[in-house]
T-cell receptor, first 112, second 116 residues
Framework: DQQVKQNSPSLSVQEGRISILNCDYT??????FLWYKKYPAEGPTFLIS?????DKNEDGRFTVFLNKSAKHLSLHIVPSQPGDSAVYFC???????????FGAGTRLTVKP | DAMVIQNPRYQVTQFGKPVTLSCSQT?????MYWYQQKSSQAPKLLFH???????NEADTPDNFQSRRPNTSFCFLDIRSPGLGDAAMYLC???????????????FGPGTRLLVL
């Protein structure tokens, strides 16, 4: 069962524009959500997180929005830069890290 | 730099021939995880160690085993690899404090396994 879904396998945006990556989840017990970024030949690295008590968390150019009623979160990157080109994984967890589930990832390409 | 190291980066094995993948960490984290990621799919947790306590996911096949001889090292053993076991295997760690809630996981670069 795929509890975390990233329905867009790829996204292409122009440098300087906004990138919006989406993620949906089905398990209402999830209360902590993360985005990881993965470059080729490297492991995923933590980017930003949000707990269910918030609906927005911002870190520089990266903002994560959480809509609990819709079981949906999104990652906004503004402005997008070519160095942001990578695969982005959405992840969600419940009581502890053992419950963490990942989406299949979205490959973002930022064109100069 | 503190990090999670996986060797080798690429591993080729024959159908049915046991293979071991290794992971080491210099972060001194209590928890180590093994994930399997097949092409265009989400990483799937196979099992994890909290210190020396082994925790298997319910749907992890018996063909997959793990050992953690000390804090720094963790091994993934595939006893009889099948063609369907070809995948990227990711090792990750987390601190293992604060009741293990809301901890960032730190990933190694992965080992890509090819089964011939």
């Amino acid at each position: 069962d795929q509890q975390v879904k990233q329905n867009s396998p790829s996204l292409s945006v122009q440098e300087g524009r906004i990138s919006i990556l989406n993620c949906d989840y089905t398990n209402s017990m999830f209360d902590y959500f993360l985005w990881y970024k993965k470059y080729p030949a490297e492991g995923p690295t933590f980017l930003i997180s949000i707990s269910s008590i918030k609906d927005k968390n911002e870190d520089g150019r990266f903002t994560v929005f959480l809509n609990k009623s819709a079981k949906h979160l999104s990652l906004h990157i503004v402005p997008s830069q070519p160095g942001d080109s990578a695969v982005y994984f959405c992840a969600a967890s419940g009581d502890n890290n053992n419950d963490m589930r990942f989406g299949a990832g979205t490959r973002l390409t930022v064109k100069p | 730099d503190a990090m999670v190291i996986q060797n080798p980066r690429y591993q080729v094995t024959q159908f049915g021939k046991p293979v071991t993948l290794s992971c080491s960490q210099t972060l001194n984290h209590n928890v180590m995880y093994w994930y399997q990621q097949k092409s265009s799919q989400a990483p799937k947790l196979l099992f994890h160690y909290y210190d020396k306590d082994f925790n298997n996911e319910a749907d992890t096949p018996d063909n997959f085993q793990s050992r953690r001889p000390n804090t720094s090292f963790c091994f993934l053993d595939i006893r009889s690899p099948g063609l369907g076991d070809a995948a990227m295997y990711l090792c990750a760690t987390s601190k293992g404090t604060s009741g293990r809630k809301r901890e960032t996981q730190y990933f190694g670069p992965g080992t890509r396994l090819l089964v011939l």
